[in-house]
């Protein structure tokens, strides 16, 4: 019996350039796996209205209605703007890009706290590109 592909739907900021090529390589690794893109506009993080202007669902809800047309088994926000949003944030998007698509949806910040809690982990250090703060925001 052979297994079904798995298309993952991947939601990327415009402006990323090592968010597609790391995930098609680890996707590379699973027998069936594909990774297909779709891009939303993000140039800029900041706090500013306009920065923060840039994660309105209605462009991110495009963005997967998109992936949608590729029959994708899942569609992933590959961001961390909850990070400095609230993690509200993507629970909303996860459940409107399931109700607007039909697909399940999950993103990078809500797995990652999903891992954080199975492994019991109650200290994390942080990295991060952003500014001084962002980064307040995030911790």
């Known amino acids: 019996m052979t297994t079904p592909p798995l298309r993952l739907g991947v939601l990327t ?3 990323n350039t090592a968010l597609e090529p790391l995930t098609s390589a680890i996707a590379a690794t ?3 796996c594909s990774a297909h893109f779709s891009r939303f506009t993000v140039t800029e993080i900041s706090l500013s209205a306009q920065a923060l202007g ?3 669902d209605s462009k991110i809800l495009a963005a997967a209605e998109l992936l949608a047309d590729a029959k994708v088994d899942v569609i992933g926000w590959s961001g961390t703007s909850s990070g400095w949003l609230g993690f ?6 996860c459940e409107r890009i399931t109700e607007r ?3 399940p949806a999950t993103t990078a910040v809500l797995a990652l706290n999903e891992l954080l809690a199975l492994r019991g982990v109650t200290r994390l250090a942080l990295v991060t590109p952003y500014t001084e703060d962002v980064q307040q925001r995030i911790v």
């Open 13 to 15: 900021p415009s402006s």
């Open 30 to 32: 699973v027998p069936g």
């Open 54 to 56: 840039q994660f309105d």
């Open 88 to 93: 509200d944030r993507d629970r909303v998007l």
């Open 101 to 103: 698509t039909g697909i």
